[in-house]
């Protein structure tokens, strides 16, 4: 079965920096493209970032682009979210996705940029 299993997250200061890991495991990791996606308190669902099979396409939304880095370790089945200058609007629980809307979803780790 798929499985994707999100960590990493945790409370940090506006400007600090955390970096989420989310491990992939029951299909062929390398193959797909890969998502982060992330739900604030009270709203839906946002797309923070992507990524093709070969780890050298990445695409962003203005809200994160220069702060936020995605990356993958095909070898290690492993997808990879850096975040740095996190402001309190980055707070949300954050999800990998792997295959899109219909595709599967981590349990998601919690982020709280707060003083």
């Known amino acids: 079965q798929v499985q994707l299993v999100e960590s990493g997250g945790g409370l940090v200061q506006p400007g600090g920096s955390l970096r989420l890991s989310c491990a992939a495991s029951g299909f062929t990791f390398s193959t797909y493209y890969m998502s982060w996606v992330r739900q604030a308190p009270g709203k839906g669902l946002e797309w923070v970032s992507d990524i093709n099979p070969g780890g050298d396409s990445t695409y962003y939304p203005d809200s994160v682009k220069g702060r936020f880095t995605i990356s993958r370790d095909n070898a290690k089945n492993t997808l990879y979210l850096q975040m740095n200058s996190l402001k309190p609007e980055d707070t949300a629980v954050y999800y990998c996705?792997?295959?899109?809307?219909?595709?599967?979803w981590g349990q998601g780790t919690q982020v709280t940029v707060s003083s």
């Open positions: 996705n792997a295959g899109g809307g219909k595709g599967s």
